[in-house]
């Protein structure tokens, strides 16, 4: 196979000037071509496509420099060495403050020009691969976490990428289970800051004692522990993103300081009196009716208004439901490789009950229906009797509730046994620990004991 040569395009208006450099190039191995202004050098740009670019900063009608700028504006990254009279140092470091590789003096030494255009191929050769597996992992980190066709998710991703290379604050709304998180770091991976990771403050999980500190830091003896001074979010997120994951939950003394964050980007620490710069771009995620918080007193109007400048919906998993069977794949290879089990692939008749399934624990529910399918089928298909109960019931239930014969009792009838075989399912996921099942059901305890005590589980 032929090696493709690097390409260097010349413009000198020196024709001397030209040829001694066209020949030690092209003695070196290179495709050259050389132009005799400026002008021309910006035209060629688009049938040569050089790898480096040689310009002459002395040429009429338009300057090395300015050919540089009109060049960086077609191809920004496009490697450019800058030549000048000898003493010009000022003037080649303008060019290179500007986005020029290196700069040469005339009378140049010809090894000097030879290994300067080397190191400016190298650099390139470099940079190209870097472009290159960024973009990779950007496609992989795509493939991996947001999967679905479906028009709904779709109109979702292009909205992330619109929104994504601004620093503009979003709001993603959605119920618990759809993602939101996945989308913030889509946001955060494909903006100029992903280079920094991206901090993350669940709102909802920190005690309201320390929620100040946590997110503004505190100065020594600013309380009784605070044995030593520490840094907040705010401060560890300055020149990345900072993702406030249910934003609703978070109580209103915090809010007043948020919303001067937002307005002034600056912070105080608990305890300080500086007030501290900062560069994060906020992006806040929250499944509650924030609107309706407003309404009752529990969420700050000039807030909502300060997030909700772009907002993504992410739509529910019931709402997408022909990205199913994708999702199922997926999550059939992510624990074939987490619990060492050789499960093939799952029948139509099992697809089909998930299809028809609504999910009200949208993706995470799917996933933990599949995981104990799998466990469950151990190897070859997935069947739908490695269904979870619930989503086998489901279309008969369903059935009998929407026939316009049944009466009350056959209703309530079918109510209980869906309610039945949920408590059952949902013990069977947490190994029959009350208090975690419970939690997953979002009833009491108590509640949950009564309930087993009346269907004899």
């Not at 020196?14 to 066209?22: D, G, H, L, N, T």
């Not at 949208?362 to 490695?386: K, V, Y």
Request: include cysteine.
């Amino acid at each position: 196979m032929e090696i493709m040569k690097s390409k260097v395009l010349i413009a000198d208006d020196e024709v001397k000037i030209r040829r001694v450099m066209v020949m030690l190039l092209k003695d070196e191995g290179y495709e050259v071509m050389a132009v005799e202004n400026g002008v021309a050098s910006v035209k060629a740009l688009s049938s040569f496509k050089p790898d480096i670019v040689l310009l002459d900063q002395q040429m009429p009608d338009m300057t090395g420099m300015e050919a540089m700028l009109q060049i960086k504006n077609k191809n920004p990254n496009q490697t450019i060495i800058i030549v000048t009279a000898y003493g010009s140092i000022s003037l080649a470091v303008d060019a290179i403050k500007n986005g020029a590789y290196d700069f040469i003096e005339k009378p140049f030494d010809n090894d000097k020009l030879l290994l300067t255009v080397k190191r400016a191929i190298e650099f390139n050769d470099i940079s190209n691969k870097l472009t290159r597996l960024k973009g990779q992992l950007k496609e992989n980190y795509s493939f991996w976490q947001i999967i679905g066709n479906s028009p709904k998710l779709q109109q979702v991703m292009a909205k992330v990428r619109k929104i994504a290379e601004t620093t503009v604050t979003v709001l993603v709304l959605g119920e618990s289970g759809v993602g939101k998180e996945l989308i913030v770091r889509q946001i955060h991976n494909y903006s100029q800051r992903s280079e920094k990771p991206l901090i993350t403050v669940n709102c909802g999980a920190i005690p309201l004692t320390l929620i100040e500190s946590e997110l503004f830091g505190h100065e020594k003896g600013a309380f009784t522990d605070a044995k030593e001074t520490q840094i907040g979010t705010f401060e560890k997120a300055n020149g990345s993103t900072l993702f406030l994951d249910e934003i609703g939950e978070l109580p209103l003394d915090a809010q007043v300081k948020l919303l001067r964050v937002l307005e002034e980007r600056v912070i105080n620490r608990v305890g300080g009196k500086k007030s501290i710069p900062i560069d994060v771009r906020i992006i806040a995620a929250t499944n509650r009716n924030l609107e309706e918080k407003v309404r009752q007193g529990t969420f700050r109007l000039d807030l909502l208004y300060r997030l909700n400048i772009f907002t993504i919906n992410v739509p529910p998993l019931r709402e997408r439901r022909e990205d199913v069977p994708l999702l199922v794949d997926y999550f059939i290879m992510k624990y074939n490789k987490i619990l060492n089990l050789t499960v093939n692939n799952i029948s139509q008749q099992a697809v089909d009950l998930l299809k028809e399934y609504d999910w009200p624990g949208n993706i995470r529910d799917l996933e933990n229906a599949i995981q104990s399918a799998m466990i469950l089928s151990q190897t070859g298909q997935i069947i739908a009797d490695h269904l979870p109960m619930r989503i086998k019931v489901y279309p008969r239930i369903e059935s009998i509730l929407l026939d316009t014969e049944s009466d009350n009792n056959k209703i309530r009838d079918a109510s209980e046994h869906v309610e039945k075989e949920l408590i059952v399912d949902t013990l069977m996921r947490y190994n029959y620990n009350r208090t975690l099942a419970a939690e997953a059901l979002n009833i009491s305890r108590k509640t949950l004991f009564n309930k087993m005590k009346k269907y004899g589980i």
